[in-house]
């Protein structure tokens, strides 16, 4: 047998860690919060950069890198620091951001996908 996992295998195995560890950050909070810092928007206007926060234990966390693993947008690396891109204009894309997340983790029954609250900052 193959000790090795296929590139689907990896990217499922990363995603389920990275639902593990926001799930983890943010049951720590009575009313889980993300941040968000919106860092470029394209010349064009169809996409934008942008960080994402969360507060743990009075530390600010960037938890830009797990986000980005639930695959919503793309991570990149913009003047040494990592980002999410998001494509798409028109409606407030921190929010898109934010209620993707929580949709993966909480599910749409219930109202689950707005049990994370957005802050811009």
Not at 19 to 30: C, F, G, N, P
């Amino acid at each position: 047998m193959n000790a090795t996992l296929s590139k689907k295998a990896q990217k499922e195995q990363e995603r389920e860690s990275a639902r593990a560890y926001l799930l983890s950050i943010l049951e720590r909070q009575a009313k889980p919060t993300l941040y968000t810092n919106l860092k470029s928007v394209s010349s064009s206007g169809m996409s934008r950069d942008m960080k994402v926060l969360a507060v743990v234990e009075g530390e600010i966390v960037d938890i830009t890198y797990y986000v980005g693993k639930l695959d919503i947008g793309t991570i990149k690396e913009r003047n040494g620091q990592r980002v999410i891109r998001v494509g798409g204009c028109g409606m407030d894309m921190g929010f898109h951001v934010v209620y993707t997340v929580s949709a993966i983790l909480y599910g749409y029954e219930d109202r689950g996908a707005y049990t994370i609250r957005h802050q811009w900052i």
